[in-house]
């Protein structure tokens, strides 16, 4: 019975002629495409608490929106059929509509077909080539960011496919180049751009990078199983700007995951390696483990359970490699520091998704970073239980206007959250957060417009009005005497501390970031992206900084 029901559902949503198993890269600007066909009650089994998914899912998916195309405008129609030329693989077997540079030199700029390096097919394999190539120009002025001007040059190749409609492999790697600028503009690029910030030879040569992504996936046939070894992107939770657990805005990180399935019932393991440090010293190794369980509950409601452990100078660790186990009970069999504090450090996450009506979804969702029953209603509880909650909107046809999306949110983060006792096991990679991009002890009013003009040109402004509390009172001889839980990466003195939410070096932001792409030829973008922040020290009788900078890219997909 659970092969015939696998096999009709296969059936429905994956009918085509070749399974595409890797994944389809979580910038892609399709998952946009997939939420808002979910809150028109199109897409209810697209779950976008667990992000990547593979080509065959989203191809299903666009076959799905295709049978309601009736329902959608016709920006999203536009959308839908360039969409259909980038997956037409996937869809129906054929490449009838693309076109090989190493084949046919005459489509080099051709607005209908998708286009490749090279592509190779047959009834076992598929396997596509392309080129990448972007040059970016960067610059600022501020108060505290200072006037900078950069120029950054990237050059690469990305080659994807699958064998014997089981085996995905994918591979991006680059070089990139600083083409103008001195020490100082590094430095301003790496601090505004994580991928950046993360590139430990663009911080010490100073003029050259290197990124790369790649890894291998095994789908068993039913689709119940998949098994992905490697280094991509991975996001998880409800979060409509941005995430809780694992957020968009984190650097990519080796892992092992285990995706299971059934009907309306996903679950996930993940083990990973990140790059830690203690408070500027290197750790040996930096590793973390999650599960997340996915529940779809009818056509409007979906429920998420996350967990996670991260664990220090212990690479490999069978206690939470084991991926059916409770991770918050299992760290207490993993010992303790050199201190006595427990070495690694639990986060648990429940989130909610409801579609109450066409054009609109809610989310909920609520992190516990360390619960203690025993002091949870005391005056210091906050030393033993750490919270965040995030609470969103997301109004599709916002104000009726077709293809414009309203996104609200408003995320509260207690003192400590996303932190360690032993400043080792912090919830980051590469000092930076895995999860929401606030320090700890803030909050966060957020509201993004993102508005499809046509099916090539997209405007998104997002305000952010946040206010945080930092700050360390050492005494003479450099001990803590004070900590006020704002440092993700600086817990010294959590024990002994009073945290109380935002007590401390009190800090409100005003950020304003505009952004707008434009595909002015199929796989041709010109992007621009504007910041301008307005600080306000109130720790500092209301001292005012302003800040600004901008992005302006010419990027190639081919």
């Avoid at 995706?259 to 040996?284: M, Q, T």
């Avoid at 700050?471 to 817990?491: F, K, P």
Wanted: glycine share 6%; proline share 3%.
């Amino acid at each position: 019975m659970f092969l015939i029901i696998v096999t009709v559902c296969m059936a429905v949503f994956t009918s085509f002629g070749y399974s595409q198993v890797e994944l389809v890269s979580p910038s892609h600007s399709v998952y946009n495409f997939l939420q808002r066909m979910q809150t028109m009650k199109i897409t209810p089994d697209y779950n976008p608490g667990n992000i990547p998914i593979s080509r065959e899912s989203v191809a299903g998916f666009l076959k799905l929106i295709e049978v309601n195309s009736k329902r959608i405008t016709s920006v999203d129609k536009k959308l839908l059929k360039d969409y259909k030329i980038e997956f037409e693989y996937e869809l129906d077997g054929t490449t009838k509509k693309s076109s090989s540079l190493f084949k046919n030199k005459k489509n080099i700029f051709s607005d209908d077909k998708q286009k490749y390096l090279y592509t190779y097919t047959d009834s076992n394999a598929a396997m596509f080539l392309d080129a990448l190539g972007k040059i970016s120009q960067r610059g600022s002025d501020g108060d505290s960011i200072g006037k900078h001007s950069i120029l950054l040059g990237e050059a690469g190749f990305r080659v994807r496919g699958t064998l014997y409609n089981s085996v995905g492999f994918y591979l991006r790697a680059s070089n990139g180049q600083k083409l103008s600028g001195d020490s100082n503009d590094v430095t301003f690029a790496r601090y505004t751009d994580p991928i950046l910030y993360a590139q430990n030879k663009f911080q010490y040569e100073r003029r050259n990078f290197d990124t790369f992504e790649g890894y291998l996936r095994y789908r068993s046939n039913q689709n119940w199983l998949a098994l992905t070894v490697g280094r991509n992107p991975v996001y998880q939770g409800f979060g409509f700007i941005d995430g809780l657990y694992l957020s968009n805005k984190t650097v990519p990180f080796d892992f092992i995951k285990l995706d299971l399935g059934y009907k309306a019932v996903s679950y996930s393991f993940l083990y990973g390696s990140l790059n830690g440090d203690s408070i500027g010293k290197p750790l040996e190794a930096k590793n973390i483990a999650s599960h997340r369980l996915d529940i779809r509950l009818g056509n409007s409601f979906r429920l998420g359970f996350f967990e996670s452990v991260t664990i220090v100078n212990s690479p490999f660790s069978f206690t939470f490699l084991n991926p059916i186990n409770f991770l918050t009970s299992s760290k207490l069999y993993n010992g303790v520091d050199m201190n006595g504090n427990n070495a690694s450090n639990t986060i648990i996450g429940l989130d909610v998704m409801v579609i109450p009506v066409r054009r609109l979804a809610l989310q909920g969702s609520l992190l516990v970073d360390d619960l203690e029953f025993s002091t949870l209603f005391k005056s210091n509880s906050e030393i033993t239980n750490k919270f965040a909650f995030q609470f969103g909107v997301l109004w599709t046809d916002a104000f009726t206007l077709p293809n414009l999306e309203l996104k609200t949110e408003y995320t509260r983060l207690d003192p400590f959250v996303y932190t360690h006792v032993s400043n080792k096991s912090n919830y980051t990679h590469w000092s930076l957060p895995l999860g929401h991009h606030l320090e700890p002890n803030s909050d966060e009013i957020a509201v993004k417009l993102n508005y499809d003009i046509t099916d090539r040109l997209n405007l998104n402004l997002l305000y952010q009005h946040q206010r945080s509390a930092n700050g360390i009172v050492t005494d003479s001889l450099g001990r803590v005497l004070i900590n006020y839980g704002g440092n993700i990466n600086n817990a010294t003195g959590i024990s002994y501390s009073d945290p109380e939410f935002l007590k401390g070096n009190r800090i409100d932001r005003d950020i304003i970031t505009a952004g707008l792409s434009w595909q002015f030829l199929r796989q041709f973008f010109i992007e621009f992206k504007y910041v301008q922040r307005l600080i306000k020290n109130i720790y500092q009788n209301n001292k005012k900084y302003e800040d600004k900078y901008y992005f302006a890219t010419l990027r190639l997909d081919y």
